[in-house]
Antibody
Framework: QVQLQQWGAGLLRPSETLSLTCGVYGGSFSDYSWNWIRQPPGKGLEWIGE???????YYNPSLESRVTISVDTSKNHFSLNLNSVTAADTAVYYCARGSSITIFGLKRNWYFDPWGRGTLVTVSS | DIQMTQSPSSLSASIGDRVNMTCRASQNILTYLNWYQQKPGQAPKLLIYAASRLQSGVPSRFSGSGSETDFTLTISSLQPEDFATYYC????????FGQGTKVDLK
């Protein structure tokens, strides 16, 4: 049973860089995508981006200019860096495994399961 | 970008009720649509993937239907543990979630 454990700084000042890491335990690291998703307090979910074991990334266009996701396959870890944070980046940040099935022999449908427990990151001066 | 709109934003129901909620995509996403349940203080949990496929371990009272732009999540008989917020998510282009439907006790 795969488990995701995440860690990183929970309090940042404006303009600093958010850094979080997610460790994958008990399962394969290949054949999946590895995702970051966030949720501002009291609001909905926003997908940030993903990486696979080969290091290929795919980012939310709205965040792409500030986001870097990296992977360390030797440790089964993947990381999120979000630079130039503001109060609007205050959120619970989740890591999640992306799985897929091919539909109609076409592209894959990607869904998220399981998820990490989440890390609250607060940006405040 | 593909916009996902869920309705209603909240609903009140009683134990045993049949509950339906909808998710509409701004363009055709075939069946690239997934549903999640989130309880306060917890991470979301996958319920349905590819519009209608029940995730392993999820009770059979949950079902999903729809294709192209209109999708429905149904709870056939609402149980106490089902009071939560439900999100749809598309993966046809990038990944995006709806804003959620909160189910509470009438």
């Amino acid at each position: 049973q795969v488990q995701l454990q995440q860690w990183g700084a929970g309090l940042l000042r404006p303009s600093e860089t958010l850094s979080l890491t997610c460790g994958v335990y008990g399962g394969s690291f290949s054949d999946y995508s590895w995702n970051w998703i966030r949720q501002p307090p009291g609001k909905g979910l926003e997908w940030i981006g993903e990486i696979n074991h080969r290091g290929s990334t795919y980012y939310n266009p709205s965040l792409e200019s500030r986001v870097t996701i990296s992977v360390d396959t030797s440790k089964n870890h993947f990381s999120l860096n979000l630079n130039s944070v503001t109060a609007a980046d205050t959120a619970v940040y989740y890591c999640a495994r992306g799985s897929s099935i091919t539909i109609f022999g076409l592209k894959r449908n990607w869904y998220f399961d399981p998820w990490g427990r989440g890390t609250l990151v607060t940006v405040s001066s | 970008d593909i916009q996902m709109t869920q309705s209603p934003s909240s609903l009140s129901a009683s134990i045993g009720d049949r509950v339906n909620m909808t998710c509409r995509a701004s363009q055709n996403i075939l069946t690239y649509l997934n549903w999640y349940q989130q309880k306060p203080g917890q991470a979301p949990k996958l319920l349905i993937y590819a519009a209608s496929r029940l995730q392993s371990g999820v009770p059979s009272r949950f079902s999903g239907s729809g294709s192209e732009t209109d999708f429905t999540l149904t709870i056939s008989s609402l149980q106490p543990e089902d009071f939560a917020t439900y999100y749809c998510q598309q993966s046809y282009y990038a990944r995006a979630f709806g804003q959620g439907t909160k189910v509470d006790l009438k």
